[in-house]
């Protein structure tokens, strides 16, 4: 039992809390927001507050309650309703306990530039700034939600396309002064793998990682490190399911043609789609 809820809200508090779902905002003394929840069942998710224990799993919700001097709820029609609320409210107030969701800024995409002129020419880049990208030849796919999946994919990528392709430099550093992003830009890379790799950022298809694999297989030098590669192969596909395939799904299901959401729209489209 958590007396501090008691303390702060009063013993007879959740009673008077509605079995329906809904929005709960967590303030401190300086009437600032400090956590924003959801819940299908109110009253039975506060409950859950009042009768935290010293278990490690409880640690937050202890820590919030102890920080708290009010409560407001905000009653919803249904739980999608209310999920829909509590994204909006958390990208609002980015609360000092809310991680996920908060930030959408910092969502990753991914981008593709192809010259009609130059079939072997490709660029590719990775970025959570995608307005700078708008009037460039890039092709954004995303937004994506992981960093560390999304940018351990991209990484991967650039060290097996660095095997058989040459990176241009000079074209790289027009794209220098873009913040929060990177940039490669190769020569000599396969127009049929540069569509391969535009199907796997848009999550329709695995089928640029086997023709990696197949240019890839006839390079001496990668022979050489099997190992490695399979573990750069393995992240591009981690990054297929886990990001591009998902965003796809959804996409499909919202009948959403483009490839690229905005960051600020992918967690209620994500949402929007839940069943």
Known sequence: MNKEFDKTLGVDFIQSVPKKPGVYIFRNIDNSVIYIGKAKDLRNRLAQYKNTTRKKNHRKMRTIVKEATSIELKICLSEKEALLLENQLIQNFKPEFNVSGAYSFLYPCLGIARHYKKPKWMGICYTTNPEAFQDSAFELFGTFRSREIVLEAYRSLNTLIGFFAHKDFQEKNQYSEISYSSVFIYRQVDPSLQKDLMRLFRGES?????TLIDILLENPNARKEAADIQGHLKNIKRFYRKEAQKLRIMQDKLKIKHCFI????????FIQCQN
């Open 206 to 210: 695995e089928g640029g990682l086997e």
């Open 262 to 269: 905005p960051q600020q729209d992918r967690d209620p489209l």
